[in-house]
């Protein structure tokens, strides 16, 4: 254990709570490796379909002003 410590504060130890090079490289490889998985999955189709209607003219949603309702329920049915 000794010596992974030994040689951890030998190969160009960063400034105080920083990472070495080493350690952000494998970070960085780790990080691409699941962002290329999660893109490589696309996009599901519901949001598919969601983006075309959203794009499509008059396709947004038209949201109604608040009326004061005194309803209990918060705007939720």
């Known amino acids: 254990m000794k010596d992974l410590k ?5 190969s160009t130890t960063p400034g105080k709570g920083g990472l070495t090079p080493e350690i952000q490289s494998r970070i960085g490889h780790q990080l691409r490796a699941m962002y290329d ?13 969601l ?16 009326r004061g309702s005194n309803d209990n329920n918060n705007g939720r049915d």
């Open 51 to 66: 983006i075309k209607k959203l794009d499509a003219p008059g396709g947004a949603p038209q949201v109604e002003p608040d």
């Open 6 to 10: 030994s040689q951890a504060s030998k």
């Open 37 to 49: 998985d999660v893109v490589r999955q696309g996009v599901p189709d519901r949001f598919a379909e």
